[in-house]
Nanobody, 124 residues
């Protein structure tokens, strides 16, 4: 499975972006998907996850109410709508695929496949 993120950029605080992650392969609809982010000199942290059908979503407390994860299995794509951005949201955002359906959706180790990341920079 190959994952390619897009949609990052430079925005002012309070702005928004729409991130996308396009996946290759025919089994995308079987995978749980997640978004993580990593800021300079910080560990990679969980942002959001969505189960294979799109029926369940999970968010880190720091983004709840501002970010929305969704997926379109027909397009092999998962999305992350990021609203009301804050400078502390500045990071490289990665999407990841979990073919095993782990319950530990917030752990990076649950995901087998990762994209190359897309930079989100929020200016104050």
């Amino acid at each position: 499975v190959q994952l390619v993120e897009s949609g990052g950029g430079l925005v002012q605080a309070g702005g928004f972006l729409g991130l996308s992650c396009a996946a290759s392969g025919r089994t995308f609809s079987n995978y749980n998907m997640g978004w993580f982010r990593q800021a300079p000199a910080k560990e990679r942290e969980f942002v959001a996850a969505i189960n294979w059908s799109g029926g369940r979503t999970y968010y880190a407390d720091s983004v709840k109410g501002r970010f929305t994860i969704s997926r379109d299995n027909a397009k092999n794509t998962v999305y992350l709508q990021v609203n009301d951005l804050k400078p502390e949201d500045t990071a490289v955002y990665y999407c990841a695929a979990d073919p095993g359906g782990s319950r530990w959706y917030a752990l990076a180790s649950s995901y087998d496949y990762w994209g190359q990341g897309t930079q989100v920079t929020v200016s104050s």
